[in-house]
């Protein structure tokens, strides 16, 4: 089954070029069949590009999928176009009274602040208890991710040294997780942050499982089945070029930075990268649209109770 998303929204036709199954609401209309709706709150600067790579993973799985573009109500995006986000969002103030089978919060570039300096962050609290009750599985991304497991955990993020920039190799530690079905005994992730949550804090935690880490870049992906969330702190969504993107702005503006790691061939900026992550991308969010869709209830409007 495909993605349904706006015929007009930009990720329908990247999707539809790379052969990822997406339909108009017209057709979805005439399936006899209840889609799963994830929401997707993007507090990405570059909401296009962030859309387009969410809306591909969670678009490759056989189920329908309806997904909803959400965002912060009173802040303000500087980098998409004003005609975009009126058109395609909806401020979270909005759609607080409907029920979601999955959110994904993603992160943000705003990692120097405390948490209570960012100016959304009363909203965003209270998105993280709204999920408690009206969304069956969540999962926060980066910053996102972060964010969360401090709102309910109190687990702190720490600042770096220097920043973690690069594809880093993670260990599988739950081989018997469902969310790791298919995955490989280890893998490489990219990594592009400048905190770090720390693994004794996390275990430190009743409840909280981590399922992915790493000895260079510490913990990964965390289970929390009391909250009926995940929290990543890396990037399994980026494209291919999104840290050459990265790398290449900050080369451009003076901004010191390392070569990402173990991402160029032979650490040569001047070679394309390799994408070395993509297939345990999909296998993650497939997995996790699998799982919301063998315990969601089919009635929405039973989600939370």
């Known amino acids: 089954m495909p993605i349904k998303l706006p015929e007009n929204l930009p990720a329908y036709e990247v999707l539809q070029r790379e052969g990822v199954m997406v339909m108009s609401e017209d057709v979805a209309l005439r399936q006899d069949i209840r889609p799963l709706r994830i929401g997707l709150l993007n507090l990405m600067p570059k909401k296009i590009q962030t859309e387009n790579q969410f809306a591909r993973l969670i678009g490759a799985t056989p189920l329908q999928?309806?997904?909803?573009?959400?965002?912060?109500?009173?802040?303000?995006?500087?980098?998409?176009?004003?005609?975009?986000?009126?058109?395609?969002?909806?401020?979270?103030?909005?759609?607080?009274?409907?029920?979601?089978?999955?959110?994904?919060i993603t992160g943000a570039p705003i990692e120097h602040l405390e948490f209570d300096e960012v100016t959304y962050w009363d909203e965003l609290r209270e998105v993280f208890d709204w999920t408690q009750t009206n969304v069956h599985s969540t999962f926060g991304v980066c910053w996102g991710g972060m964010a969360m497991i401090n709102h309910f955990h109190g687990v702190p993020k720490h600042m770096l040294e220097r920043k973690a920039f690069g594809c880093f190799r993670h260990q599988n530690l739950a081989p018997a997780s469902p969310y790791l079905r298919g995955f490989s005994d280890d893998l490489l992730i990219p990594v592009s942050r400048w905190t770090e949550m720390k693994q004794e804090e996390i275990d430190a935690v009743p409840g909280l499982r981590t399922l992915l880490g790493s000895e260079e870049v510490g913990p990964c992906l965390v289970e929390d089945p009391c909250h009926r969330a995940l929290y990543i702190f890396n990037h399994f969504e980026y494209d291919s070029d999104t840290l050459?993107?990265?790398?290449?702005?900050?080369?451009?503006?003076?901004?010191?930075?390392?070569?990402?790691?173990?991402?160029?061939?032979?650490?040569?900026?001047?070679?394309?990268?390799?994408?070395?992550?993509?297939?345990?991308?999909?296998?993650?969010?497939?997995?996790?649209?699998?799982?919301?869709?063998?315990?969601?209830?089919?009635?929405?409007?039973?989600?939370?109770?």
């Open 65 to 104: 999928i309806e997904l909803s573009l959400i965002r912060m109500t009173e802040h303000r995006t500087r980098n998409t176009a004003a005609e975009h986000m009126a058109e395609f969002y909806r401020p979270f103030q909005e759609v607080k009274s409907e029920k979601f089978d999955g959110l994904i």
């Open 244 to 305: 050459k993107q990265e790398y290449d702005r900050d080369v451009a503006n003076g901004t010191p930075i390392n070569v990402p790691v173990n991402y160029y061939p032979d650490d040569d900026p001047s070679k394309p990268p390799q994408n070395r992550w993509r297939s345990h991308a999909h296998l993650l969010y497939g997995n996790w649209i699998n799982e919301i869709y063998q315990s969601t209830p089919y009635d929405l409007n039973e989600i939370g109770g």
